[in-house]
């Protein structure tokens, strides 16, 4: 069980280095298909079974999903370990299936894991509770497991970008750090250095109520129109921010997804009426 663990991670590890549309740290997606954006799913075995149902790769090959945060949240082991790691197997497994169809962007907890640093996630330290869990659940074999999931969630890209304008990253800077940004993280190599505290990575995924001005002027060094992000917490399932963003969060019951034309253009009124709850994928 280990041993094919660690298989799953590595060879999900190259397709993400390698994968077809990727300029350094971002993903660049064709002109034709359908996207399935995902929000966080934080452990939430249940929503994903539902959106892979719901996307059926197999037959759909024009389909992509975009998969963010998996981890740290849902199962839990006898003494309180976070299991999500099962659940992070399993999309890497899908990935290795569908190299062209599933993509993945990184996150805050991802950064956590990778580093081995204190994240809170409703108030308990899931860094030390998943480490804990795989400790347990891999026994002496834990460490090169741990190492092969570092690598992998190390390998994601930064964000996704679709031909008709839209950019899917976890989430964006913070307002007041928005000078301090270097926007070149999208293009060179990423380093462990990067994802530390304040670098730009880091303040790439842990930045939160973006003003409508910084929106615009983000989008515009970018070269987009609209963001799709996760990260922050949305008992609705989903929020408009104007005037170009929609967060999304798939780690509970009322969680939503919002499922796009690549082929078509979107305003933000138009792609906040491609959202659906996952109780309605059924």
């Known amino acids: 069980m280990p041993a094919a663990t660690i298989e799953i991670f590595k060879k999900a590890t190259a397709l993400n280095k ?49 998969f963010q945060e998996i981890i740290h949240g849902g199962p839990e082991d006898f003494l309180g370990g976070c ?70 969630l190390f390998s994601q890209a930064l964000a996704v970008r679709t031909p008709n304008g839209i950019l899917v990253s976890h989430s964006l800077p913070a307002n007041r750090f928005e000078k301090d940004f270097d926007f070149t993280i999208f293009d060179r190599p990423l380093t462990m250095t990067d994802i530390n505290r304040p670098n730009s990575a880091y303040l790439l995924v842990w930045g939160r109520d973006h003003s409508a001005d910084f929106l615009e002027r983000f989008a515009d060094k970018m070269g987009v129109k609209l963001f799709v992000v996760g990260h922050q917490k949305q008992d609705d399932g989903w929020k408009r921010v104007d005037p170009n963003m929609l967060i999304l969060a798939c780690d509970h019951n009322n969680g939503s997804i919002a499922s796009i034309d690549l082929s078509k253009q979107y305003s933000l009124d138009e792609l906040c009426n491609c959202v659906s709850y996952l109780i309605d994928l059924y």
Do not use: W
């Not at 996207?35 to 197999?58: Q, R």
């Not at 999500?84 to 805050?108: C, G, R």
């Open 18 to 66: 390698e994968e077809k549309g990727r300029s350094g740290n971002i993903i660049n997606l064709p002109d034709k298909g359908r996207l399935i954006i995902t929000g966080d799913l934080h452990g939430n075995i249940s929503g994903y079974e539902l959106i892979a149902k719901y996307a059926n790769l197999e037959a759909n090959p024009d389909t992509h999903i975009i």
């Open 83 to 152: 299991l999500s790691f099962k659940l992070l197997v399993k999309v890497a497994a899908l990935k290795i299936q569908y190299p062209d169809n599933v993509h993945f962007i990184m996150a805050n907890h991802d950064m956590s894991a990778i580093c081995g640093t204190d994240v809170l996630r409703g108030g308990k330290e899931m860094t030390k509770a998943f480490h804990a869990a795989i400790d347990r659940y891999y026994g002496t074999y834990s460490e090169m497991v741990l190492l092969a999931l570092r690598q992998f």
